[in-house]
């Protein structure tokens, strides 16, 4: 269900205690955007919903948005013609399931598409995308009643976990519901708000989180002077190993600095992550990736941003996580090489049915793109660009 109070006079209510310097207004665009692209189903190679919601948003802003032969969606906020092209970008698509066969009782298997963990799979509701629109269903097992022995307490693997879409068998799965092997699955789930206080509970924010912060930085400065031309990308199939769509963005904007935003990963809760594996903290502003396993950044560029985030009085934190890779590695590496850094909105339980972040993240990204873009001269990249 989601929340009955209406959303403007929630905010304006919740914002005098909790927002700071948030305006209801801002904050009410952002929640409708986070709302409408974390809700949208798109798992890697069907990221079609995600990407008709942005080419809506983005079509009265960007020029020339265009579609590449992998389906990523591009497209120029012109600004100073002799300026240097810098690129932002984010994925389009979710960590999801696909379906592997229906078997004669009508019970769906599905395979993972992305990383995902056992844990998080069993009794939830999913969407199967068909041609007929999303067929909804739940991941069952057993009842607690029929357990023997240690069984509540044993791992089931993705191998032996089904969808029930209730049908009677495999016939009526197929021809009533239009279930066939390949379609797509991810989580039915709903966008939250976590009781007021200021954040909020949806599944995909890697990287809904990041392609509504482009959006709300292209929109702002879509009116107002810049040094560069800002090309945006929103690729497709970062979450398969390959980084896929990202591959092909070299060759179509050229790009000379490359902004990636994506999450950060957070393990400010109990159970299992440590600041040894990760580092995000939920409301320490956005996460300036120093290393993650795909790509080191440039370190002119990072200590760039360090000192823009500290002039405009934006908090940020550090990250490193081995276990994690991005888009702006492929991109860094295209070309003759491109400066290139990671960003983070930081995030928890990432890659699990639903995630938490914390709305003034969010909001302090925007402002950190928006103070970087309007910096961004052709003398500052030459400077980063020549190393010492
Ligand atoms: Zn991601």
């Not at 989601?2 to 304006?12: C, H, I, K, N, Y």
């Not at 100073?80 to 970008?89: D, K, Q, V």
């Not at 990963?265 to 594996?277: C, G, N, Q």
């Amino acid at each position: 269900m989601r929340t009955v109070v209406p959303r403007t006079l929630f905010l304006a209510l919740s914002c005098l205690v909790l927002c700071g310097s948030l305006s209801a207004q801002t904050t009410d665009r952002s929640l409708t955007l986070l709302e409408k692209l974390t809700t949208a189903h798109g798992p890697s190679g069907f990221e079609g919903p995600v990407r008709a919601i942005l080419q809506a948003e983005w079509s009265d802003v960007l020029s020339d948005l265009r579609v590449d032969g992998m389906g990523n969606l591009l497209g120029d906020l012109p600004g100073r013609e002799s300026g240097p092209r810098i690129l932002l970008m984010a994925h389009m698509d979710e960590v999801g399931f696909m379906v592997r066969f229906v078997d004669e009782s009508g019970f769906v298997y599905f395979n993972p598409v992305g990383g995902y963990y056992n844990q998080s799979l069993l009794t939830q509701r999913m969407s199967i995308m068909t041609p007929r629109g999303l067929v909804v269903g739940y991941t069952g097992f057993k009842s607690g009643h029929a357990f023997q022995g240690n069984e509540r307490n044993e791992l089931v693997t993705l191998r032996d976990t089904f969808i029930d879409i209730g049908a009677r068998s495999q016939q009526e799965a197929m021809e009533r519901f239009g279930i066939r092997p390949g379609l797509p699955i991810t989580y039915h789930t709903q966008f939250q708000d976590l009781n007021g206080t200021g954040r909020y509970l949806a599944k995909a924010w890697d990287d809904r989180a990041g392609l509504a912060a482009i959006t709300e930085v292209i929109e702002q400065l879509q009116d107002r002077t810049h040094p560069n031309t800002v090309v945006v990308a929103a690729t497709v199939q970062e979450e398969i190993s390959g980084r896929r769509g990202a591959s092909v963005v070299y060759e179509s904007l050229k790009p000379d600095i490359v902004l990636n935003l994506e999450i950060g990963i957070a393990s400010d809760f109990p159970l299992k992550t440590s600041r040894k594996e990760a580092q995000g903290k939920l409301g320490g502003g956005p996460s300036i990736f120093v290393f993650d396993g795909s790509m080191i950044p440039n370190q002119k560029l990072l200590e760039w941003i360090v000192e823009v985030a500290n002039d405009a009085g934006i908090p940020y934190q550090f990250e490193s996580v081995s276990g994690y890779g991005e888009d702006a590695a492929v991109l860094q590496r295209s070309g003759r090489g491109i400066p290139a850094i990671n960003l983070g909105i930081t995030t928890r339980y990432a890659h699990g049915q639903s995630g938490v972040i914390d709305i003034e993240d969010y909001t302090n990204m925007v402002k950190l793109l928006k103070e970087l873009v309007s910096r961004l001269t052709q003398e500052r990249v030459d400077s980063i660009r020549a190393f010492d």
